[in-house]
Every structure is written in C-alpha cells, then in structure tokens.
C-alpha cells in the first residue's frame, strides 16, 4: 500500500474538478480556484493499493480531462 499526493497548481479559477485514482473517484469539489500566492488551489493524498497508479483529472467547467501513469 501506498500514499499518493497530489496537488491542483496553476491555473484554476472557480472550476469543478474531478479526480480519479485507478477509477476510483477520489476527489470532487466546485470553486476550485488557484491561490497565485503560492500556485497551488488543492492538494491531498489517497491510498492506492496497486504499484502503479492511473491518475484521471477531469476539469468539467472547461470540457478539460488529463491522464498520467504513476
């Protein structure tokens, strides 16, 4: 088992942002916004049972997804 950090950065402002580990639904909130302070509007960690770990982020306010290979 292991523990997955991850971080929304750059370019956020009042988003709906949907994530997923291995599709699993792991995160999902509205108003997702970038604090440009410091670059970073969310972060969190989740546990992935597996040794590699698909990471889904679908941005449904702007008809963005991205996908990456952990």
């Known amino acids: 088992m292991a523990v997955l950090s991850v971080a929304l950065e750059d370019g956020f402002e009042d988003d709906t942002v949907v994530v997923e580990v291995n599709g699993r639904q792991v995160f999902e ?32 306010s702007r008809g963005a997804t991205g996908r990456t290979e952990v």
């Not at 909130?29 to 982020?57: N, P, Y």
């Open 29 to 60: 909130r509205d108003g997702v916004s970038t604090r440009t302070q410091i670059g970073l509007a969310e972060s969190f960690e989740v546990t992935v049972d597996e040794d590699e770990a698909v990471v889904e982020v679908r941005v449904s």
